[in-house]
């Protein structure tokens, strides 16, 4: 089985600063991994994901997250936050070579971009 | 372009009473997840279909059941409902093909359902 943990629960920053959110997985196979960010009272909106290959990925607002396999990350980041960017972020995991799926989640990261 | 529909996006339950929910994947996505987020938690899988046969369980109650339709629409039924299940209640869907494994879920809007 997989788990993902995210070290933050809460991470305050102001406008134009950089941010970085960080999540760590625990797996015995090889697992697929991705962002999601939900904003107040709305669904859950994927913001990138890592599936092979490049281990830098770009995603949608800016963000990008790095996968680092002897590290076990996958943290995301963003150069410089807005005030929009104020959200729940969370990280979740799949594990194909076990026939799963469905996606495993972090509790997740309130990011709170402050003027 | 189109997304996730769910339905009703409120739902107000006396407790013991049942609740159907309704998702509408994204056209041509043939799989469909049900995950349930209680207040301040992380989603949590329940159950999944892929071409309207099950194909994974997470931890849903007994008490509801799922199905996916000949037209890839699925439904949850929460029977006996208790003070517990209040919650967001998230559909997503997927393009499967579990041959190529590389299937992104998206997202639909989710039921918040009270129960009093």
């Known amino acids: 089985a997989q788990s993902v943990t995210q070290l933050d629960s809460q991470v305050p920053v102001f406008e134009e600063a950089p941010v970085e959110l960080r999540c760590n997985y625990s797996s015995s196979v090889s697992v697929y991994l991705f962002w999601y960010v939900q904003y107040p009272n709305q669904g859950l909106q994927l913001l990138l994901k890592y599936l092979s290959g490049s281990t830098l990925v770009k995603g949608i607002n800016g963000f990008e997250a790095e996968f680092n396999k002897s590290q076990t990350s996958f943290h995301l980041r963003k150069p410089s936050v807005h005030i929009s960017d104020t959200a729940e972020y969370f990280c979740?995991?799949?594990?194909?070579?076990?026939?799963?799926?469905?996606?495993?989640f972090g509790s997740g990261t309130r990011l709170q971009v402050q003027p | 372009a189109a997304g996730v529909i769910q339905s009703p996006r409120h739902l107000i339950k006396e407790k013991r009473e049942t609740a159907t929910l309704k998702c509408y994947p994204i056209p041509r996505h043939d799989t469909v997840y049900w995950y349930q987020q209680g207040p301040g938690q992380d989603p949590q899988f329940l159950i999944s279909?892929?071409?309207?046969?099950?194909?994974d369980k997470g931890s849903i109650p007994d008490r509801f059941s799922a199905q996916q339709f000949s037209d890839y629409h699925s439904e949850l039924n929460m029977s006996s409902l208790e003070l517990g299940d209040s919650a967001l209640y998230f559909c997503a869907s997927s393009l499967g093909n579990y041959l190529k494994s590389t299937d992104t879920q998206y997202f639909g809007p989710g039921t918040r359902l009270t129960v009093l």
């Open positions: 979740a995991v799949t594990a194909p070579g076990e026939g799963r799926r469905a996606l495993t």
């Open positions: 279909f892929y071409e309207k046969m099950q194909s």
